[in-house]
């Protein structure tokens, strides 16, 4: 896999959900020949050196023969702000694809949970239509929290990639009232079957707590993370994270979520220590 | 004007061109490889190595600041053995020009790592890093201290046949003096500067925002700080001067070179733009050509200060 530096037409920057959550679609027929899902992008928010750092997305949609890539955003700070600015038509500066993917569970796997907190919907989607395609046979069921309905994104993006969507809502405007993981419990306690293999993107606090659940019950899991990025190609180190690998003489060691990453085996990440 | 001359000479080495990649910012030169051609480079400086591996600090270990970011990343290295083994060779088989970036805890160490690295082929100079901010033992504590920045470098000098950068700090009383201490102890070239110590802090949830609640700052925000530094020890020394900080575009690199340092190590802008090093290199040219310089090294230096009343 080659990494590219391309300048991306903008073909379209709209607003998804809401007022702060876009969905930004390039022309990158580079970067779009090589992306696979779980992979990511650093986009130059700005010509200028104020923002300094690109900022790290995942593909939210990736189409080879177009030659289209696609990522969600949502509104959070200077850099999405920038980025939220721009017109259909400019170009941006884009970095990608890095990192590494969702892998495919075993040929046999009966059962797959997608576990999705807000905005991290959208690595999910490309990863959920690639397990369609390559596992047509597994039970596929997703798992999607938000704070509220107002905050997810339309079913059209996902209805048809999976066979059953459970969704929760921590003020119960739809699905189950409460947080991703009250929601599993939920429905485990109820006698849903418990997955061969999970896969899972949204904020720390749930990955957390799924990554817990998930290794006592000893279900293998991909989790996606965000970190704070510096290059995205592995040279600068900022992104480190706790981590099961060995390192030298060192029993601490740390993963990085640009190059080793931003998707981890569960069991690769010292959850306790994020 | 067809070409220019961008060779320069520094002391025992020559190089093609003065752009080399600053320590820290170019990994191991392979992350770059499908977006710079590296042999084009004046240098490539590596990553920070340890004797020992280092496992670096806690994150997170950036943050974003004006127009540069803060880093304590805490020299995170596979240690010298795995770097000989692992990440060299791929840029000797490539015939890239390597500076190895040099750190130790004690004395003794950055001797060790330099004698391990001394009969390594492609390697052209170590660069001896008695500045980094970030960690709690050697770094900084070598290099704010005239006498313990010598003794670093002569420890090294007598271990290797190599020729040796001494990497300085900003943040010390006088830079010229510590520049001064090191080409007595026998410093082949001095680079100057390395990240300027910084904080930042979350007001919100009252913690630091670094792991290691300190680290340094570097990018485009430091650069006239790096100018005047350069400026300072380039009139302090006989040994060439490399000049670092915040350079980001071909006039930083050629306001250094203005002031006197004879090549420049290309940062931080690294990670905004992977392929600054090569657009700066080609920006020289093309000011040089522009400008009816057919050699670099006649525009090095060449800076008019008027005294006070020529004005």
């Known amino acids: 896999m080659k990494k590219h530096q391309e300048e991306a037409v903008i073909l379209d920057n709209i607003p998804i959900i809401g007022q702060d959550t876009y969905r930004l679609i390039l022309q990158a027929p580079m970067i779009a020949r090589e992306a696979r899902p779980g992979q990511f992008v650093m986009v130059r928010v700005d010509k200028s050196y104020d923002p300094f750092l690109r900022r790290p997305f995942s593909f939210f949609r990736i189409d080879k023969e177009e030659g289209i890539i696609e990522i969600g955003y949502k509104v959070v700070g200077r850099g999405t702000t920038l980025l939220s600015q721009k017109k259909r038509g400019?170009?941006?500066?884009?970095?990608?694809?890095?990192?590494?993917?969702?892998?495919?569970?075993?040929?046999?796997?009966?059962?797959?949970?997608?576990?999705?907190?807000?905005?991290?919907?959208?690595?999910?989607?490309?990863?959920?239509?690639d397990l369609r395609i390559k596992r047509p046979k597994a039970k596929r069921v997703l798992f999607y929290g938000v704070k509220t309905a107002s905050e997810l994104i339309p079913s059209s993006f996902f209805k048809s990639l999976c066979h059953e969507v459970l969704y929760s809502t921590d003020d119960g405007t739809m699905g189950f009232r409460g947080v991703i993981t009250e929601c599993i419990d939920y429905h485990v306690q109820k006698g849903e079957k418990l997955p061969s293999v999970i896969y899972a993107c949204g904020p720390l606090i749930m990955l957390k707590h799924i990554a817990r659940w998930a290794l006592a019950h000893s279900i293998p899991g991909q989790f996606c993370l965000e970190s704070i990025m510096g290059c995205g190609l592995g040279a600068c180190l900022g992104c480190a994270v706790p981590g099961n690998i060995r390192h030298g003489n060192s029993e601490k060691g740390y993963v990085h979520v640009c190059f080793e990453g931003p998707v981890f085996p569960v069991e690769n990440i010292r959850w306790d220590e994020l | 004007m067809k070409d220019v001359n961008l060779s320069v000479t520094l002391g025992p080495i020559k190089l093609k061109n003065p752009v080399m990649t600053a320590s820290g910012t170019f990994g191991y030169g392979r992350e770059f490889a499908d977006l710079v051609p590296l042999e084009e480079l004046g240098a490539v400086v590596v990553k920070g190595i340890s004797l020992k591996p280092r496992p670096g600090n806690p994150p997170p270990r950036i943050v974003e600041a004006c127009a540069g970011l803060i880093n304590s990343v805490g020299l995170e290295n596979p240690g010298v053995e795995v770097f000989v083994k692992d990440k060299l060779p791929y840029l000797q088989k490539r015939n890239v020009p390597v500076v190895v970036n040099i750190f130790g805890e004690s004395v003794e160490e950055y001797a060790e790592v330099a004698s391990i690295l001394d009969d390594q082929p492609g390697v052209i100079a170590l660069e001896i890093n008695i500045s980094c901010p970030n960690v709690e033992a050697g770094g900084m504590v070598f290099g704010s201290n005239s006498s313990t920045a010598g003794r670093v470098v002569e420890a090294v000098k007598r271990t290797t046949s190599k020729p040796i950068i001494t990497k300085l700090s900003p943040q010390v009383t006088?830079?010229?003096?510590?520049?001064?201490?090191?080409?007595?102890?026998?410093?082949?070239?001095?680079?100057?500067?390395?990240?300027?110590?910084?904080?930042?802090?979350?007001?919100?949830?009252?913690?630091?925002?670094?792991?290691?609640?300190?680290?340094?700052?570097?990018?485009?925000?430091?650069?006239?700080?790096?100018?005047?530094?350069?400026?300072?020890?380039?009139?302090?020394?006989?040994i060439p001067v490399i000049g670092i900080g915040g350079i980001a575009t071909a006039e930083d690199a050629l306001e250094f070179l203005l002031v006197g340092a004879k090549a420049v190590q290309v940062g931080s802008v690294n990670l905004t733009n992977p392929r600054a090093s090569i657009e700066i290199l080609e920006g020289i040219r093309n000011f040089l050509i522009e400008q009816g310089i057919s050699n670099v090294e006649d525009y090095i230096g060449t800076l008019k200060v008027l005294s006070h009343g020529e004005n």
């Open chain 1, 90 to 129: 400019q170009t941006v500066d884009l970095l990608g694809p890095l990192g590494n993917g969702f892998r495919l569970p075993p040929e046999d796997t009966s059962d797959i949970w997608v576990i999705a907190g807000g905005v991290g919907i959208t690595a999910l989607i490309p990863c959920l239509e």
């Open chain 2, 174 to 238: 006088s830079i010229a003096e510590i520049a001064q201490a090191v080409e007595q102890a026998g410093s082949d070239i001095v680079a100057c500067i390395n990240t300027i110590p910084a904080m930042a802090v979350d007001i919100y949830t009252r913690t630091p925002r670094l792991g290691n609640v300190i680290g340094g700052l570097s990018g485009p925000a430091i650069k006239p700080i790096a100018l005047k530094c350069v400026f300072d020890v380039v009139q302090a020394v006989d």
